[in-house]
Every structure is written in structure tokens, then in C-alpha cells.
């Protein structure tokens, strides 16, 4: 079965710190996808980022960058220079073939919460 | 502004009545999604459409059906209302059959509130 586990509920930086969100996963397909999405305080869900389980480079836009893991089924989310407009619950999302029922639900991680001060 | 609109954005209603919730997907999306976010449960999907056929079903109770019409969008219908109801009902879309891998795009919600 498919999960997604973000073991940090809630993180709290201050402004310009760097942050790093982990994201684990657990599969049993060895063609997935995994999902990024933010949810700030007006409580719309912003897609981030796709990845499939065949591209391991990791990604970098702007200040944000993802390290894609399959050895140690991680994909961690970065944050560099933290501002606070970044403060937001983020969400870890997998999406794979299980078998070709599950088509394109996806399974979620519980999110953490990011909180930036000034 | 993802493209996909949901209303109404807020409906307080009783224990036992049924609502019914409004989704439209982006323009050219044919797939859509209807996902439930509360606080016990976290974000669970319920069910997935495409061109108006029901393609996947999830944790979605007896009491709530779903269905996506000709010109794609979609509505979400709860009935017998319970206080655990209360929570952001979230539909997404995507742009073709839904199958693993496409990106999801989702509307701003519906927050519900049982009373």
C-alpha cells in the first residue's frame, strides 16, 4: 500500500535560515510519482513540483530545490533563504500504479507546518 | 489562481441535510478529483472522474455520491449530514485520463461546517 510519512509536524525558522523538509515514502510500483504542494493560510493547494521515480536529478528553482532519494525513498523539499511569505503547510504527495486501480489518487503525507519570523 | 473553481466557499448547515458541492476543472481538463481535508483524517481522496465516467473510488462514505456531467464539471452531493462531515472538501483536475503521474491542479475549496 501506498504512504507517505512527513515525520516533522511543525518547524519554525526565522527570516533568511535555511529549511529542509523530509518526505518518505513507501511503494511497492517502481514507476511513481511524487508531488509537492503548499497550502498557505488563504487555504488553496499550489501545486510545487513533479517528480517520477526514474529522474533522479535533483531540482532547483529559485530558492526552492528537491533531493530525490530512491535508495532511501526520500524526496526532501528545500527552502534557502527563507522568507516569511513562506510560511505555509507543505504536503508530500505519491501517486503510483498499484496495480492500475489506484489511476491518479493521490496519497498524501500529514504535512508540515512552516512558520518564518521576521 | 489554478484555474479550477469550487462553490460555494463556505456552507454552515444542520445535522441530517444534504448539500451539494460545485467543482470546475480548467479549461481542457477532462479528469477530476474530489478530496476531503480534516483534522483527524488529513487529506484523503474520495473519488476521481474522467469525461464523465467514474474512474477511481477512495475512502468515500455511502451518504456522499459524485458525478461529472457533459460539460465537465462536476458536483459532490452529502447527505445525512453528520458533525464529522465538517471539514475543506477540495476538487482538483487534470488534463487528461487521470492515470498516475498527472499533476493535479486544485481549486480553492469548500468549507463546510456541520452544526
Known amino acids: 500500500a501506498q504512504k507517505v510519512t512527513q515525520a516533522q509536524t511543525e518547524i519554525s525558522v526565522v527570516e533568511k535560515e535555511d529549511v529542509t523538509l523530509d518526505c518518505v515514502y513507501e511503494?511497492?510500483?517502481?514507476?511513481?510519482?511524487l508531488f509537492w504542494y503548499k497550502q498557505p493560510p488563504s487555504g488553496e493547494l499550489v501545486f510545487l513540483i513533479r517528480?517520477?521515480?526514474?529522474?533522479?536529478q535533483n531540482e532547483i528553482s529559485g530558492r526552492y530545490s528537491w533531493n530525490f532519494q530512491k535508495s532511501t525513498s526520500s524526496f526532501n523539499f528545500t527552502i534557502t533563504a527563507s522568507q516569511v511569505v513562506d510560511s505555509a503547510v507543505y504536503f508530500c504527495?505519491?501517486?503510483?500504479?498499484?496495480?492500475?486501480?489506484?489511476?491518479?489518487?493521490?496519497?498524501f503525507g500529514q504535512g508540515t507546518i512552516l512558520t518564518v519570523h521576521p | 489562481d489554478s484555474g479550477v473553481t469550487q462553490t460555494p466557499k463556505h456552507l454552515i448547515t444542520a445535522t441530517g441535510q444534504r448539500v451539494t458541492l460545485r467543482c470546475s476543472p480548467r479549461?481542457?481538463?477532462?479528469?477530476v478529483y474530489w478530496y476531503q481535508q480534516s483534522l483527524d483524517q488529513g487529506l484523503q481522496f474520495l473519488i476521481q472522474?474522467?469525461?464523465?465516467?467514474?474512474?477511481a473510488k477512495g475512502n468515500i462514505l455511502e451518504r456522499f455520491s459524485a458525478q461529472q456531467f457533459p460539460d465537465l464539471h462536476s458536483e459532490l452531493n452529502l447527505s445525512s449530514l453528520e458533525l464529522g462531515d465538517s471539514a475543506l472538501y477540495f476538487c482538483?483536475?487534470?488534463?487528461?485520463?487521470?492515470?498516475?503521474?498527472?499533476?493535479?491542479?486544485f481549486g480553492p475549496g469548500t468549507r463546510l461546517l456541520v452544526l
Open positions: 479549461s481542457g481538463d477532462l479528469s
Open positions: 472522474y474522467y469525461n464523465g465516467e467514474e474512474r
Open positions: 482538483a483536475s487534470s488534463v487528461a485520463s487521470g492515470r498516475a503521474g498527472e499533476t493535479q491542479y
Open positions: 517528480r517520477n521515480s526514474f529522474d533522479e
Open positions: 511503494t511497492r510500483d517502481t514507476t511513481y510519482y
Open positions: 504527495a505519491l501517486s503510483d500504479l498499484a496495480g492500475g486501480t489506484s489511476y491518479g489518487k493521490l496519497t
